[in-house]
């Protein structure tokens, strides 16, 4: 599974802390010949805009087929499969990091699961920590399944592929 560490598509968005209500959590099952993560660094604000807008017709995609892969999950996945959710994070330094959370359930116009990445660039959030999100920040969304293959996770794959500018002349975004 491709997680974008510290790019993404993440300049406007602002997620909100898991509510107060319960939820159930799920199991989270990455089969073990999974696609690794593969992390990428955009340390310019130059490299940082490229990424973004190189990666704008993916999220467009992910975000076109998310409603069916919602509908899909809540008619139930098959045993040790995962519904994973691709958003931003920011910090009150105005960091910003993709990640993605584990779905645990959804509510009308809202995901709920846990962040399932490692936290590398942003403060304030941990790994495992109970998130929810509206479904309009979502920036992309994956099945993990159980044979190691995924299904989904189109900004992820392009991710892999993607090589920001080597050279920018503006500051350094961190």
């Not at 899909?72 to 995962?82: C, E, I, N």
């Not at 699961?113 to 660039?121: A, D, L, N, P």
Request: hydrophobic share 40%; proline share 7%; aromatic share 10%.
């Amino acid at each position: 599974m491709s997680v974008v560490r510290s790019i993404g598509w993440c300049a406007s968005l602002a997620l909100a802390v898991a509510a107060g209500r319960p939820q159930a959590q799920q199991p989270v099952y990455v089969a073990p010949n999974a696609p690794p993560d593969r992390g990428m660094d955009a340390t310019t604000d130059c490299q940082w805009r490229a990424a973004v807008k190189a990666m704008a017709p993916f999220v467009a995609q992910a975000r076109a087929t998310f409603p069916e892969a919602r509908r899909r999950y809540v008619a139930g996945l098959g045993p040790r499969s995962t519904f994973f959710v691709a958003t931003c994070l920011h910090d009150d330094r105005g960091r910003t990091e993709q990640v993605f959370v584990a779905v645990d359930s959804v509510g009308e116009g809202s995901v709920m699961g846990r962040i399932w990445s490692q936290i590398e660039v942003v403060s304030g959030y941990r790994l495992r920590q109970p998130y929810t999100l509206p479904d309009s920040e979502v920036v992309d969304w994956m099945f993990s399944k159980p044979d190691g293959s995924e299904e989904g996770n189109v900004v992820g794959k392009f991710l892999d592929t993607y090589k920001p500018p080597a050279i920018c002349t503006d500051s350094l975004r961190r």
